[in-house]
Nanobody, 124 residues
Framework: QVQLVESGGGLVQPGGSLRLSCAAS????????IAWFRQAPGKEREGVSC????????YYPDSVKGRFTISRDNVKNTVYLQMNSPKPEDTGVYYC?????????????????WGQGTQVTVSS
């Protein structure tokens, strides 16, 4: 059974840093597509980072490029999202998503498996 469990959310000040974790079970992260999405109140869910399951290609939208970093620990079967210099507009519920394929996609419909989400609030 595929399961994703996020952790690490909380309150962070603008300009600080926060690392989110997503522990996977039931499949191996290193050979499948993984992504982080977020959903702000009243807005649609948007992809903020993804990594392919084949050659490890990575994508970031312009809104987080240079500030967020996705990585995965194949031994711990965990994927991380390092958030540096967060802004108030980064506030939202962050979700980890996975698909048992090797592609690279920031499209919500691409992913079959989702975690429960973790709240991130960026505020002083």
């Amino acid at each position: 059974q595929v399961q994703l469990v996020e952790s690490g959310g909380g309150l962070v000040q603008p300009g600080g840093s926060l690392r989110l974790s997503c522990a996977a079970s039931g499949f191996t992260l290193d050979s499948n597509a993984i992504a982080w999405f977020r959903q702000a109140p009243g807005k649609e869910r948007e992809g903020v980072s993804c990594i392919s399951g084949s050659e490890g290609s990575i994508y970031y939208p312009d809104s987080v490029k240079g500030r967020f970093t996705i990585s995965r620990d194949n031994v711990k079967n965990t994927v991380y999202l390092q958030m540096n210099s967060p802004k108030p507009e980064d506030t939202g519920v962050y979700y980890c998503a996975a698909d048992l394929s090797k592609g690279l996609s920031a499209v919500e419909a691409y992913y079959d498996y989702w975690g429960q989400g973790t709240q991130v609030t960026v505020s002083s």
